[in-house]
């Protein structure tokens, strides 16, 4: 797709670009946001049982914890 600079376009090619993109947006399926947000809530708590940011990671398969401690004499 070509860059195009909207400075340089007149009013007129502003307002057909403006009706085109209008006109791709009307054509959107719509929800209703109470609705999303429910499905959103159901799918985050059915994967909260294997999530590791909220159940933790065990400590004998943490890739990341320290193998030992800083010592400072």
């Known amino acids: 797709m070509p860059v195009i600079n909207v400075e340089d376009l007149t009013d007129l090619d502003k307002a057909k670009m403006e009706v085109t993109q209008l ?3 009307v054509k959107l399926e719509r929800a ?3 609705k999303c947000c429910e499905e959103i809530s159901e799918y985050i708590q059915s994967g909260a049982d294997e999530d590791p940011l909220v159940k933790g990671i065990p400590e004998e398969k ?5 193998k030992g ?3 400072i004499c």
């Open 23 to 25: 006109k791709l947006e």
């Open 32 to 34: 209703q946001v109470s």
């Open 62 to 66: 943490n890739p990341f914890k320290e």
């Open 69 to 71: 401690g800083c010592v």
